[in-house]
């Protein structure tokens, strides 16, 4: 997992243990900021101005992403400002 601006926008991306091409997890126009992996390794929490607003260019949210595959979850939508997710238990909430 690494943190890149290849497109323009501080995107993650993930390459397979077994080496290979990078892979863009988190497509689109926002930024991650302030990342997190979960204890078990298999997703990402970072904070994101990701939305269906259009005013969330400016908003801050939580979100995930799995390591393995592209697509990220909003997990804090709305009209507040989310930002700096820390995983604090072993299972999480949004299970």
């Not at 990342?35 to 904070?47: N, P, T």
């Not at 979100?63 to 709305?78: F, N, Q, Y």
């Not at 930002?83 to 299972?91: E, K, L, N, Q």
Request: aromatic fraction near 12%; hydrophobic fraction near 40%.
């Amino acid at each position: 997992m690494f943190l890149s601006y290849q497109d323009g926008w501080p995107h993650l991306y993930s390459i397979p243990s077994a080496g290979g091409t990078a892979m863009l997890l988190t497509p689109g126009n926002f930024m991650a900021e302030y990342i997190s992996m979960s204890f078990d390794r298999k997703w990402m929490l970072f904070c994101g101005n990701a939305g269906t607003d259009q005013f969330d260019i400016d908003r801050r949210h939580v979100i995930r992403v799995a390591v393995d595959k592209p697509g990220i979850e909003v997990l804090t939508p709305g009209e507040g400002n989310e930002w700096t997710p820390v995983v604090t238990g072993m299972v999480p909430m949004w299970q």
